[in-house]
């Protein structure tokens, strides 16, 4: 059901959505967004072997974020916003938890909009992936 403006307050959690693809994932992900620098599916690339493996599309983690913005939304509003920053590497096969929170929810120029925190948590728990968003509920 989408969500509605009067359906959430401050605080709020989004819905947590994990992640963990495998190689077979990340080479399908290179096809569609063009990179196809082997430290993202070769596992002899030199860089890939000094860190010990292969890591995950930066803009993988950006575009799930999109995915647990959308999914929460459930067609009830709209990204207007988003954004994150790549503060640490994530590893294939191994779990990613996304999750956010609504931080301010406001009415401004008769838009009703909601600034969400979001992040991407490795498998230790670490927030490799910092980002923000703002949704628009319409007038």
């Known amino acids: 059901m989408p969500?509605?403006?009067?359906?959430?307050?401050?605080?709020?959690?989004l819905p947590v959505l994990k992640k963990a693809p495998g190689v077979t994932q990340l080479v399908k992900y290179a096809a569609g967004g063009?990179?196809?620098?082997?430290?993202?599916?070769?596992?002899?690339?030199p860089q890939s072997k000094a860190l010990g493996s292969i890591i995950i599309h930066g803009?993988?983690?950006?575009?799930a974020l999109g995915e647990l913005v959308s999914n929460w939304l459930d067609h009830g509003g709209r990204i207007a916003?988003?954004?994150?920053?790549?503060?640490?590497?994530?590893?294939?096969?191994?779990?990613?938890?996304?999750?956010?929170k609504v931080v301010k929810k406001y009415e401004e120029g008769g838009r009703k909009l909601a600034d969400l925190e979001l992040w991407v948590?490795?498998?230790k728990g670490k927030n490799?992936?910092?980002?923000s968003a703002t949704v628009d509920f319409g007038a």
């Open 3 to 13: 969500l509605s403006w009067d359906s959430f307050k401050e605080g709020d959690e």
């Open 34 to 45: 063009g990179d196809f620098n082997p430290l993202h599916h070769d596992f002899a690339f």
């Open 59 to 63: 803009r993988f983690k950006y575009a």
């Open 81 to 100: 916003k988003l954004g994150c920053q790549y503060r640490g590497m994530d590893l294939p096969e191994n779990e990613m938890t996304l999750g956010g």
């Open 121 to 123: 948590n490795n498998a």
């Open 128 to 131: 490799t992936t910092p980002g």
